[in-house]
């Protein structure tokens, strides 16, 4: 494949590479126990899962620039929230964590430098308060989206705030493809994102914990994720630095999903990643795609562990492709990860680019104003397919090519409960 998907939009990432084959799924054996699942039960008529994503970093979404004043920020985002009822949607998904920073008032991080320009600096307002606040006034759940390892876009630590806990510990933090990441392979990295991420989760009652598809970074043609010293301290047991890599990423997924259920049982949680687990050229388990990368073997996610072991509770595969695309076809994702979440208990939405409906598009399937209401006609084929989430907040809003007003008339003429 050669488009760039929602994590170009998001962090001006390389187009896909060539896959690499990855070692077998054997090596999941050794990873870490099974943790019963909270999804599950049939679909009721009145209940559907209806999202869509708002974005923080780089100012996708929201706010529109950085620097607004607090009640101008406050105005835009119950905007969103509006939109989002005006819509028939029952759930958002806020970004409060896209850099190593926060949306709240944190103990640990600074202040996101895409409220007012500059890291560490006090917009006057508590944004994830308000947000759960005004989403649940409007009958909305508010999911709140960390990213866990990504620190900056670019390599200049000074450029941190001062009391940045990359800057105070230097030797978390791996540069690589022109940004800043925390190191997954060390334990203190995996502890420390975790209380990130909790200290907002005990303080406000959001209704759920949702990851996208960043945790080791994609691959970058020429450049190498250096952790090789982590490799040699906490890596010898395992037979490939590929193995230990996934089970590092299995470790904070698994760890969450404990932490969570004992901090704010209510909360769901939930991973959206790049559609592909693996193309079935490369494992007869996989996915009947030959897409360019694979979550297994180039992100050293194995997101159909999570699953098959019940230790998320939604997912929401980025299914970014129409139906028809050649190497990776929505018609045929769709199928594969309604049958890997089959009677697993764990419930699967369905990520949609509405950001591609363009009537300038270079692909004709994105001309067309129904392509992604003939999404949402597929997938009710599955019941295992209990909603769809869209990418992003601000083209619900601008509705491109007519397409969000196609989905609303075809197939959200009545609201819906969260499920």
Not at 99 to 104: E, G, T, V, Y
Not at 326 to 345: E, H
Not at 354 to 367: E, G, K
Not at 379 to 407: C, I, L, T
Request: with cysteine.
């Amino acid at each position: 494949m050669t488009y760039i998907g929602r994590r170009g939009l998001l962090a001006g990432a390389a187009g896909v590479l060539a896959a690499a084959a990855g070692a077998g799924p054997a090596e999941a054996a050794s990873g870490p126990a099974r943790v019963q699942g909270r999804g599950g039960g049939g679909r009721a008529a009145a209940r559907e899962f209806r999202g869509m994503w708002i974005a923080t970093v780089q100012n996708v979404d929201w706010p529109s620039v950085s620097g607004l004043a607090a009640r101008e920020q406050r105005a835009e985002l119950t905007a969103l929230l509006d939109t989002a009822v005006r819509r028939r949607l029952n759930a958002v998904v806020l970004q409060v964590r896209p850099a190593a920073d926060s949306f709240w008032p944190s103990a640990r991080e600074p202040w996101s430098q895409w409220l007012t320009g500059t890291q560490g600096k006090d917009p006057g307002w508590d944004p994830l308060g308000t947000a759960v606040a005004e989403a649940h006034a409007r009958g909305l759940e508010l999911h709140a989206w960390f990213n866990p390892y990504r620190v900056a876009n670019h390599t200049d630590p000074s450029r941190l705030s001062a009391a940045h806990p990359a800057r105070r510990n230097p030797d978390w933090v791996v540069p690589y493809g022109g940004k800043l990441y925390y190191n997954p392979g060390l334990p203190q990295v995996r502890a420390f994102v975790q209380e990130a991420m909790l200290e907002a989760v005990s303080r406000y009652p959001v209704d759920g914990v949702h990851w996208d598809d960043y945790f080791y970074p994609y691959p970058v043609e020429g450049e190498y994720f250096d952790d090789d010293d982590a490799y040699a301290e906490y890596g010898a047991s395992f037979g490939s630095r590929a193995a230990w890599r996934r089970h590092n990423t299995d470790t904070l997924v698994y760890e969450m999903a404990q932490r969570l259920r004992q901090i704010r049982p209510a909360a769901r949680f939930g991973v959206s990643p790049f559609a592909v687990w693996r193309n079935r050229d490369t494992d007869p388990l996989g996915s009947p795609t030959r897409a360019g990368v694979q979550t297994y073997d180039d992100l050293y996610a194995d997101t159909r562990r999570w699953v098959t072991e019940g230790w998320i509770d939604y997912i929401v595969p980025q299914a970014y492709w129409q139906i028809g695309h050649p190497q990776a076809d929505y018609a045929a994702i769709v199928p594969w990860w309604a049958r890997t979440v089959a009677g697993t208990g764990v419930d699967l939405y369905v990520g949609e680019a509405l950001y591609r409906c363009d009537a300038n598009s270079s692909t004709a399937a994105w001309r067309d104003p129904a392509e992604l209401s003939r999404h949402l006609t597929f997938a009710k084929k599955y019941a295992e397919v209990r909603g769809h989430v869209y990418f992003s907040a601000k083209h619900v809003a601008a509705d491109p090519n007519g397409a969000m007003s196609r989905v609303v008339a075809d197939h959200y003429q009545a609201v819906a409960a969260p499920r």
